[in-house]
């Protein structure tokens, strides 16, 4: 019953995962992905390391291939990553407040490190202090879809594997 339990666990999480890296194919408004909600979710909820970091990008990689690569991809890819280390350190225990807690956590070092990549690798800014903060203002409109799609994507991922999980797993009868 235990590997079953596993195994329910693992392909529920993988088919919502990859739900939500099909769902970045789909027409959004900029910003608006479901990424970094994908990659907390995944830290949170795989547990074995590999598969938590492998899904997510791969997942990634796909959905690039289709939209198309750009020369900070490995900040991103790196920031992502991060966002998988979120989930698997600040998820020990699943709370939807520690959920919240992660995915803004996760925004946050999200928004910073690519933003300072493109400050430092981008002719827009002057390469002083004020064209790092120039370049974090100027991003500020990216920030808040970001945070209210990983919110709106991590927290329903979340949502759906605890009520298919408790339907498919603790079931009376389940074979």
Sequence with gaps: MKMQINNTKFYS?????LILAFSRLIPHPPN???ILGLAVFAGATLDKRIFA????????????IFIGFHE??????FA??????????LMKKFTYLRAIGSLISGVIIFYI????????????????????????????PFLQNTLISSLFYGL???????????????????Y
């Design 80 to 89: 992502i990553a991060l966002n998988v280390l979120i989930g698997i350190y």
């Design 13 to 17: 999480a993988v088919a919502i995962i």
């Design 72 to 77: 900070s991809i490995l900040t991103v890819y």
């Design 32 to 34: 608006f992905t479901p």
């Design 113 to 140: 490190i690519t933003n300072f990549a493109v400050w430092l690798g981008s002719s827009l800014y002057s390469k002083d202090f004020a064209g790092l903060i120039s370049c974090y203002i100027m991003a500020l």
């Design 156 to 174: 329903g991922a979340f949502f759906i594997f605890n009520l298919v999980n408790k339907h498919l797993i603790f079931r009376p009868n389940n």
């Design 53 to 64: 970091f492998t899904i997510p990008l791969i997942a990634m990689l796909v959905s690039d």
